[in-house]
């Protein structure tokens, strides 16, 4: 079975500064790839995916990730992060080519501080 | 923009007692899925549903637990005697496709007395 490994629980930023969130996962195939996030009170919302082709993949609100298959990883960036950004970030995966649920990491809170 | 619509937002049930989740996937959508998230816990899969059967459960979803689409829009998750620890919120999402990126309602958050 797959698992998702994040291993930042709580972020703290001041606005402006670069976010980068770590995400590992563990899974003999091929897998895809996203990035959740979950603002205050709100539903999860997909902020990016990757299923194949370039590996550095763009999101929403200024967001990217890079896929490293020989790391297994799938990190989240944003070079310049706003206080609206505070939430709770979730990467999660789904092997490829069969219908599968998805695995979340455990989350990232991020703090933004204006 | 289409989304998956959950009712009620919140429900507060005594030990015991049934409750039915209701969820309304994206119309377009073929996969169903119920998840939940225990307070500062992880997100965790229950259920995912296909061409009217259930296609995959995780060990949570035991036999207390069930899942009906009863008709074209709707698409339930009953628990038949709820347990203090089923308290979470519980969301429903549904994709195109079956590894697609699922799109994932607002949430119902449970709570057992």
């Known amino acids: 079975a797959q698992s998702v490994s994040q291993h930042n629980h709580h972020v703290i930023l001041s606005e402006a500064a670069s976010l980068e969130l770590g995400c590992n996962y563990s899974?003999?195939?091929?897998?895809?790839l996203f990035w959740y996030v979950q603002y205050p009170g709100q539903h999860l919302q997909l902020l990016l995916k990757y299923f194949s082709g370039d590996p550095l993949v763009k999101g929403i609100k200024g967001f990217e990730a890079e896929f490293i298959k020989s790391k297994f990883s799938f990190n989240l960036r944003k070079p310049s992060v706003q206080w609206s950004d505070t939430a709770e970030y979730f990467c999660?995966?789904?092997?490829?080519?069969?219908?599968?649920?998805?695995?979340f990491g455990s989350g990232t809170q991020l703090t933004v501080l204006p | 923009e289409p989304e998956v619509t959950q009712t009620p937002s919140h429900q507060v049930t005594q030990m015991g007692q049934e409750v039915i989740l209701r969820c309304v996937p994206i119309s377009n959508h073929l996969y169903f899925y119920w998840y939940r998230q225990i307070l500062g816990q992880k997100v965790e899969f229950l259920v995912s549903f296909y061409n009217n059967e259930i296609s995959e459960k995780s060990e949570i979803f035991d036999d207390q637990f069930s899942v009906e689409r009863p008709d074209g829009s709707n698409f339930t998750l009953k628990i038949r005697s709820t347990k203090l620890e089923d308290s979470a919120m519980y969301f429903c999402a549904s994709s195109v496709g079956g590894n697609t990126e699922a799109f994932f309602g607002q949430g119902t958050r449970l709570t057992v007395v």
């Open positions: 999660a995966v789904i092997p490829r080519g069969s219908a599968r649920q998805l695995t």
């Open positions: 899974y003999g195939g091929t897998v895809n």
